[in-house]
T-cell receptor, first 116, second 111 residues
């Protein structure tokens, strides 16, 4: 149980275009979803936390107008990287928390974004 | 002081060895603790939760020391397949649950 999927698993796009990444909890309802970014050989960096039906909470230094997060349902959250630039190239990972008394997070397989 | 600190390593050990990692945290209000494992270019996977009474799962033992504010992970009889980065995660309980990840400790198990 507790499977999280992400789509696409990798994407190459041109500078200036927008990319949407989907994160789905497949066999549970996720009260909270998190979006992380990870550069090579670096730690996970939390970008934002989203709860279903409410606006995402962004971490300091993360531009909310550039990284649009929509948590439309208890099983789906999307991250849109708008007007992507080469420096946005990274590994984007979502995770979902089951909620209630459980605090474990389950991670999606990640999306590797390359902006040329 | 960083909220969650880990020795990045790498810890280079032979097969069969016992190895232990520590992770210190600064927020005394932290209530939830986890160890995750991350393989190169893959997502983190939950290894085990860390309970106040400790937690053992096969060759892996996790412990919590609230007084000194650290958690530990002990791996016995290391396998080649244990080579990975081990991430410690600390979070408060309750509605404002925001997990904080350590940078990870790299383990390399060699033949």
């Amino acid at each position: 149980g507790a499977v999280v999927s992400q789509h696409p698993s990798w994407v190459i796009c041109k500078s200036g275009t927008s990319v949407k990444i989907e994160c789905r909890s497949l066999d549970f309802q996720a009260t909270t979803m998190f979006w992380y970014r990870q550069f090579p050989k670096q730690s996970l960096m939390l970008m934002a936390t989203s709860n279903e039906g409410s606006k995402a909470t962004y971490e300091q230094g993360v531009e909310k107008d550039k990284f649009l997060i929509n948590h439309a349902s208890l099983t789906l959250s999307t991250l849109t990287v708008t007007s992507a630039h080469p420096e946005d190239s990274s590994f984007y990972i979502c995770s979902a928390r089951v909620g209630g008394g459980a605090y474990e997070q389950y991670f999606g397989p990640g999306t590797r974004l390359t902006v040329t | 002081r960083k909220e969650v600190e880990q020795d990045p390593g790498p810890f280079n050990v032979p097969e069969g060895a016992t190895v232990a990692f520590n992770c210190t945290y600064s927020n005394s209000a932290s209530q939830s603790f986890f160890w995750y494992r991350q393989d190169c270019r893959k997502e983190p996977k939950l290894l085990m939760s860390v309970y106040s009474s400790g937690n053992e799962d096969g060759r892996f033992t996790a412990q919590l020391n609230r007084a000194s504010q650290y958690i530990s992970l002990l791996i016995r009889d290391s396998k080649l397949s244990d080579s990975a980065t081990y991430l410690c995660v600390v979070a408060p309980s309750g509605g404002s649950y925001i997990p904080t990840f350590g940078r990870g400790t790299s383990l390399i198990v060699h033949p």
